[in-house]
T-cell receptor, first 115, second 114 residues
Framework: GENVEQHPSTLSVQEGDSAVIKCTYS??????FPWYKQELGKRPQLIID?????GEKKDQRIAVTLNKTAKHFSLHITETQPEDSAVYFC??????????????FGQGTILTVHP | NAGVMQNPRHLVRRRGQEARLRCSPM?????VYWYRQLPEEGLKFMVY????????ESGMPKERFSAEFPKEGPSILRIQQVVRGDSAAYFC????????????FGNGTRLTVT
């Protein structure tokens, strides 16, 4: 089955700096890669996703890059703000058939943005 | 348009009791997924259901756990004879169809077994 490794487990940055979180996956058939943000005691919220036919996707201060050959993808947050502080999870799945919503999650990265 | 609704938000059970967790998908969604999150861990897939059908239950423990999504009413995740290790947050997500639909999660049910 799929295995997703996420690094770092904790990340501390100063407000305004950039933050990068990296994930690797093992199943070459995976082709859908969402990122979720989870605040303490709350539900995971989808912040951005990318499919394997695209190498990069950007949404305001958030971008995701995908390297299918190396089987890794990364989340980039620019101009970080204290409200970006949360746990971030990457995930992977195979789009198509019955596997689309069967996400395999990474272990999470605790991001702390210091004012 | 209300999101995925889960209840109860918090559930306390003593060891050996039964826990019933409910999930109402977003309007128009017929696919439901259940995930479990142990403290300080990522979410783990449990089961994928469509109305009246279990599509994939590969993540469900073989004993004590069951799930259903009847023609009418919410999806139910049932845990019989709960043990302390069942304490976790259980999240439900729904999608309108199986493909190309990002998953949006409900607020979860936090189960505590005493």
């Amino acid at each position: 089955g799929e295995n997703v490794e996420q690094h770092p487990s904790t990340l501390s940055v100063q407000e305004g700096d950039s933050a990068v979180i990296k994930c690797t996956y093992s199943d070459s058939a995976s082709n859908y890669f969402p990122w979720y943000k989870q605040e303490l005691g709350k539900r995971p919220q989808l912040i951005i996703d990318i499919r394997s036919n695209v190498g990069e996707k950007k949404d305001q201060r958030i971008a995701v890059t995908l390297n299918k050959t190396a089987k890794h993808f990364s989340l980039h947050i620019t101009e970080t703000q204290p409200e970006d502080s949360a746990v971030y999870f990457c995930a992977a799945s195979r789009a198509g058939g019955t596997s689309y919503g069967k996400l395999t999650f990474g272990q999470g990265t605790i991001l702390t943005v210091h004012p | 348009n209300a999101g995925v609704m889960q209840n109860p938000r918090h559930l306390v059970r003593r060891r050996g009791q039964e826990a019933r967790l409910r999930c109402s998908p977003m309007k128009g969604h017929s696919h439901v997924y259940w995930y479990r999150q142990l403290p300080e861990e990522g979410l783990k897939f449990m089961v994928y259901l469509q109305k009246e059908n279990i599509i994939d239950e590969s993540g469900m423990p073989k004993e004590r756990f069951s799930a259903e999504f009847p023609k009418e009413g919410p999806s139910i995740l049932r845990i019989q004879q709960v043990v302390r290790g069942d304490s976790a947050a259980y999240f439900c997500a729904s999608s309108p169809r199986g493909e190309n639909s990002p998953l949006h999660f409900g607020n979860g049910t936090r189960l505590t077994v005493t």
